[in-house]
């Protein structure tokens, strides 16, 4: 078990969504950055999608009433016993070890994952927090969470090497979309401006949508509203003022402004990770090309996963004077 | 009417009959999304209808794009199968505090607060989806003489249960949020409780008839579904 000492920001469990519910209102919910989350997970030798900790740029301080294998995803300073450890490397503690979590440096949201996953009520196929419907609810100091069954030797010391680790930081990035579905309700004009021009996200930004300030873009004479339509994560609504949203984890399912496009499954963290104040542009890609870099984006994932179970070794390759981390099966007896 | 059919985004692929409010059209999306979940696709992670489109979302680790639209365009002409929606009744306690609007409904539209009930009370409301909240239903068939425009500025909280109008529409909120609905009356009914399944009280295709009662039975009745009173 697990005790929350301190909570500074919002701090909530997540896996990977609720399925099956959106027909009936229910939003997907789960965590904002698929990738640093599943990582996390893996670092402690659970499933991807084991329910975690999911902290809004300032981590929690916590102690451990039993012994637990943990690891911190995030550019974040850490201290155990205050003893600083390193984020992205899985980690032993022991009963009445502290772990503190500082602010993240880059980046908005953060992970602590525990080998065996936290133990939760799973309300509509999900551990997956979205207080507003009463499903779940943000943790404060004080709440104990139980962690699930694990075996925990050999869980600890796994590491992912630096060029591995996602990088947020800097503030200006290209985030690709797919347009559509509603591009009649836009001119050929004002497509144009958003493809072109730069976005900067602005602090009217959460779990339900991510606000942008810059170049109106301009509405064909059908005008910003359609008649209420389905709405998924990355959906770019854009309403009278020309300003464009992007729809996030927890937004609601139908939505009634016209969408220009919708950002890419695999490109959805990076922007979740943007901190008000980045720049953004949208570069437009085909439906073929987004299945492509998603499958892409997994293989590295399965890859990772594997790596860090001790399947896989890595070693470096340079391909076009770019150096890069490749991985191979590791030999039975090698 | 044939659909168009494209990609919103990766992993979905939306089914569109333009922009229509029609009952027809909305039993046909039903239709569809039915016929698509019942195919069993391995790669379905779920459908979402709603006035006159369909989102069916898939796994694209799974399939391409390509393969989910020539899979679902035999199922487009989907059609005969009638939504086999139930008659639910809703009490409401009309107007005072769990009404506070009523009075505002009844002057723009030139009635009394009798009339307002009367004529919201009456018609049987189709439900077309489930959507903006959980459990929160998009109802067909207001009489457009209590039609209302929204507040000028949105409330903080609106009480679970709430009956509204807004404009044509009429719709009860689910869960307490903010909103600028007009505010007529209140259900004791709960219309999302996650402990349930399925966990809304109303389903696509049901039909909704709201029923007239007074505060001694809105608070007999709330308290036998909340499991505690009112405040």
């Known amino acids: 078990m697990i005790e929350l000492l301190k909570v500074p920001s919002l701090l909530t469990v997540q896996d990977s969504g609720r399925k099956g519910y959106r027909k009936l209102g229910v939003p997907v919910s789960g965590y904002m950055d698929d990738y640093s989350a599943r990582i996390a997970n893996y670092l402690v030798g659970n499933p991807g999608d084991a329910p975690l900790l999911e902290f ?40 009445g070890d502290v772990l503190e979590v500082g602010t993240l440096r880059s980046g908005l949201y953060g992970y602590i994952a525990f080998a065996g996953g936290i133990k939760c009520e799973k309300l509509l196929g999900s551990c997956s927090t979205y207080s507003r419907a009463n499903l779940g609810r943000p943790l404060k100091a004080g709440d104990r969470l139980t962690l699930g069954y694990a075996i925990l030797a ?3 010391g796994r590491s992912l090497h630096r060029d591995l680790r996602p990088d947020y930081s800097g503030n200006e990035r290209e985030i690709r979309v797919l347009l559509g579905p509603n591009l009649e309700h836009f001119t050929e004009e004002g497509v144009g401006t958003f493809i072109s021009e730069t976005y900067t996200v602005t602090p009217e930004s959460d779990r339900m949508g991510y606000r942008f300030d810059g170049p109106a873009i301009g509405h064909s004479s059908l005008g910003a509203d359609i008649v209420t339509e389905p709405l998924v994560p990355g959906a770019v609504q854009v309403p009278a ?46 439906v073929e090309e987004a299945q492509e870099i998603l499958r892409r984006c997994e293989k590295t994932l399965r890859a990772i996963e594997e790596f860090l179970a001790g399947k896989m070794k890595s070693y470096r390759i340079r391909t076009f004077g770019e150096e890069k981390i490749a991985f191979t099966k590791v030999e039975k007896g090698g | 009417m044939q659909p168009v059919i494209n990609p919103a985004g990766d992993s979905t692929l939306l089914i569109s009959f333009g ?8 039993e046909r999306v039903h239709a569809i999304a039915r016929a698509i979940e019942k ?16 989102l069916v979302i898939y796994d694209p680790l799974k399939v391409t794009y390509t393969e989910v639209e020539a899979s679902i365009k ?25 009404g506070p609007d009523i009075e505002f409904v009844a002057e723009h539209n030139g009635l009394t607060v009798d009339d307002v009930i009367e004529i919201h009370s009456r018609p049987v409301y189709r439900v077309y989806f489930l959507g903006f909240l959980p459990g929160f239903a998009y109802l067909g068939g207001m009489d457009e003489r209590i039609a209302t425009p929204r507040l000028e500025k949105p409330r903080l909280k609106v009480p679970a249960g709430s009956v509204g109008i807004a404009g044509k529409q009429t719709g009860i909120y689910p869960l307490e949020s903010p909103g600028g609905w007009r505010l007529i009356g209140r259900t004791p009914l709960r219309l999302f409780n996650p402990a349930k399944e399925p966990p809304t009280l109303l389903q696509p295709g049901d039909r909704v008839k709201f029923v007239p009662i007074d505060e001694e039975e809105f608070r007999e009745l709330y308290e036998k579904e909340w499991g505690e009173g009112v405040d």
């Not at chain 2, 199968?81 to 306690?93: A, D, N, Q, W, Y």
């Open chain 1, 56 to 95: 809004l740029l300032a981590g929690p301080t916590l102690r451990f009433n039993a012994s637990a294998v943990f690891a911190v995803a995030g550019d974040v300073d850490l201290k155990l016993n205050g003893l600083p450890i390193e984020p992205w490397e899985s980690h032993w503690a022991k009963r």
């Open chain 1, 154 to 156: 050999g869980k600890e």
């Open chain 1, 241 to 286: 003022n020309g300003k464009p949203i992007v729809m996030m984890r927890d937004a609601q399912t139908t939505g009634g402004y016209a969408k220009i496009a919708t950002v890419i499954s695999a490109d959805l963290h990076l922007l979740a990770q943007s901190r008000p104040g980045t720049r953004v542009r949208f570069k437009a890609v085909n």
């Open chain 2, 19 to 26: 922009e229509t409010i029609d009952e027809g059209i909305n």
């Open chain 2, 39 to 54: 195919a069993g696709f391995e790669w379905l992670v779920e459908t979402v209808p709603a006035y006159s489109s369909l």
């Open chain 2, 74 to 98: 035999p199922l487009l002409n989907a059609e005969g199968c009638t939504v086999e929606g139930r008659l639910v009744k809703i009490p409401v306690v009309y107007g005072g505090k769990y």
